[in-house]
């Protein structure tokens, strides 16, 4: 309990406030790297761990925390899956397991303290003293990883001939003899201001 109190005051001090989601993300995360034998994930296993998140919420930043895993070291890994869930892999021994939370916990919030009118405080204490049985279900998985996903340097840059941008890490796509950036072959999440976005500018290819 005594470790479980610090590592959510950690996690409240990088997220900025504390909420339900912060102790389902520190419960996780303790959880998840207990089952694939992590002991110091800051400290001696910090090169073993990478973490496969599944939503971009408060829970996400509570997981950063625990784990000492970022996007920048390329040691967590976004999947916009838009799931309360995460999978802990250890690099050294292969062993991976997916943390997933319970639906059900939400409602059975409501019975550990059923004088509590708002919902989210209900949730909050409750999830501080749920057993890990209640809140999350777990699975055991295997991870393939490519060696253009590890930690490190890049391994490649490479020129798109349309936009010019640099592509890190074979996230090119090759089209009609062309390398394209994805924004450019497939559209992109921005558009220039006045203007369009990549993919209007993009190669032509058979049959489109």
């Known amino acids: 309990m005594e470790d479980f109190v610090r590592l959510l005051e950690e996690s409240v001090r ?3 406030h504390l909420c339900p989601g912060q102790v389902l993300g520190v419960k996780m995360s303790t959880l998840g ?22 939503m971009d919420r408060c829970a ?3 997981v950063q925390s625990v784990t ?23 690099l050294k021994t292969g062993q991976a397991v997916r943390v997933i939370a319970r639906e059900e916990a939400r409602e059975r919030a409501k019975e550990y303290f059923p004088l509590i009118e708002n919902k989210y405080t209900a949730q909050l204490e409750a999830y501080k003293i749920m057993s890990d049985e209640e809140l999350f279900d777990t699975m055991e998985v295997h991870i393939e990883l490519k060696p253009e996903d590890m930690p490190g340097r890049p391994l490649r ?4 001939d349309i936009c010019g941008e640099y592509v890190l890490d074979m996230r090119e796509i090759y089209r009609e003899r062309k390398i394209l950036c994805k924004p450019c072959a497939e559209g992109g999440y921005y558009k220039k201001e006045g203007g369009s976005s990549c993919r ?9």
């Open 14 to 16: 990088t997220h900025g």
């Open 33 to 54: 790297l207990q089952k694939i034998g992590i002991e110091d994930p800051k400290g001696r296993d910090r090169k073993n761990i990478i973490v496969f998140i599944e």
């Open 60 to 62: 996400t930043d509570a």
């Open 68 to 90: 000492g895993c970022s996007l920048g070291r390329r040691t967590m890994k976004f999947m916009d899956y838009g799931k309360m869930a995460a999978t802990f892999l250890n």
């Open 157 to 160: 840059r490479i020129k798109c």
């Open 200 to 208: 209007l500018h993009k190669v032509k290819i058979a049959g489109e």
